[in-house]
């Protein structure tokens, strides 16, 4: 299946649900939003979450792309992308979870195909600050789909993330990815991949880490698109799904890369274009900065082998490809000249380090006042110095 088929698959699926689409998707958050980036499809909803009415009703759907910084050194792995698209559930007070679970089970096996014998489900075991999710547990039990309790696993937002904003427990969807038959659980064995997680909302989190009901319980669901189409489609990872078809066509045949460098220059420069098609530009701060760190990656890979390597290369059609895919209208020729000018800033700024790095002042171990100073003075960024040293 196409993953333009599995996009419209869900949202028929949905809409037949009564569940009205939300249109538009930008990467940006809404003004005073203290985020950078949208990371999750539930982030533009948190009002709605949180009661306020929302003007499409209480049943929503969307596609929505999100970009993750905080997993860029997974990047490269089987399942990890900076910019991706997540397909997206809401009830805003409507149905509960159970429902949920049972729609996605339907839309799975039925809607796309997926044998159930391949399906495993997490669900929230009960703590200290809620009980065990036995509506969950059940459902699956019924659906007779195996089902393993973890406590931290099923929070989300869950680990180290302590923003503010609403959270519950979730029941997570595991597909099988390995070659025999379904072995072990998801906690115990890798080879079970996340591919969708349906979280009943029902608190808010404050600043100091505690807790307060909800107005309403909600549910928010999220499933990772180019990791589900890659396994739908039976790839070893989502840099070989349909979407990066012509990233995989044309990028080996322009440079040499070992996979694990290719994968980096695909996600990140695919990244970048979507970055520049939201309207963002190079800076040294916020939004800019990742973007400049995304452009300045990828350069210093592509000219590790050889330094005449550069963007001005790339071939029109992925960066069209890549706007199109993601709805964007800005034309592939104000992307191109965005990349080029970062390129031609970055291509000065190494000229410049090379030779501030160059003085005898520079030659034995660096402290952290030479970084200050290469820093404040010269606009050398620690990591830029660090690979020119060992360059
Ligand atoms: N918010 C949840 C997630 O990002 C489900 O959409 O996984």
New binding site residues.
């Given amino acids: 299946m196409r993953t333009e088929q599995l996009v419209s698959t869900f949202i028929d699926y949905y809409e037949e649900r009564g569940h009205r689409r939300i249109t538009g998707s930008t990467l940006l958050p809404p003004p005073g939003d203290p985020v950078l980036f949208i990371?999750?499809?539930?982030h533009p909803l948190i009002p709605y979450l949180e009661g306020r009415p929302h003007p499409l009703g209480r049943r929503l759907v969307n596609v929505q792309r999100?970009l993750r910084t905080t997993d860029l050194d997974e990047v490269g792995d089987a399942t990890h992308l900076t910019v991706f698209e997540?397909l997206?559930t809401w009830s805003l007070g409507d149905y509960e979870g159970p429902l949920s679970l049972e729609w996605g089970y339907g839309l799975l096996t039925d809607g796309l195909g997926v044998d159930p014998r391949l399906l495993h489900a997490t669900v929230h075991g009960g703590d200290e600050r809620i009980g065990p999710d036995t509506a969950s547990l059940e459902l699956w039990q019924r659906l007779g789909v195996p089902v393993e309790t973890t406590v931290d696993d099923n929070w989300?937002?869950g680990g180290a993330d302590e923003t503010p904003g609403p959270c519950g427990p979730?029941s997570e969807i595991f597909l099988w990815s390995g070659d025999g038959p379904p072995q072990s659980t998801p906690t115990r064995d890798d080879r079970w991949v996340e591919i969708w997680?349906?979280?009943t909302m029902t608190h808010r989190r404050f600043g100091d880490g505690s807790l307060a009901p909800l107005p309403q319980r909600n549910v928010?669901?999220?499933?990772g698109l180019e990791r589900l189409s890659s396994l739908l489609q039976g790839k070893p990872s989502v840099f070989e799904c349909d979407v990066f078809d012509p990233w995989r066509r044309l990028v080996p045949a322009l440079w040499d890369l070992d996979e694990p460098s290719l994968r980096l220059v695909c996600d990140h420069l695919r990244s970048a274009v979507v970055i520049v098609g939201d309207g963002v530009r190079p800076s040294n701060s916020g939004q800019g900065y990742v973007l400049r760190r995304l452009v300045r990656r990828v350069l210093t890979v592509l000219r590790r082998e050889d330094p005449s390597r550069g963007i001005e290369d790339l071939p029109e059609e992925l960066v069209r490809h890549t706007l199109d895919h993601f709805r964007q209208d800005m034309r592939p020729n104000d992307v191109f000249r965005t990349l080029r000018e970062e390129e031609q800033r970055f291509s000065r700024l190494l000229e410049r380090g090379r030779q501030v790095l160059a003085r005898p002042r520079f030659q034995g171990p660096l402290s952290e006042e030479d970084f200050h100073y290469l820093h404040d003075t010269h606009g050398l960024p620690r990591e830029l110095i660090t690979s020119l040293r060992e360059g």
């Avoid at 990371?39 to 539930?42: P, V």
């Fill in positions: 990371t999750a499809g539930m999100c997540m997206g989300w937002p979730d997680n349906h979280v928010d669901t999220g499933l």
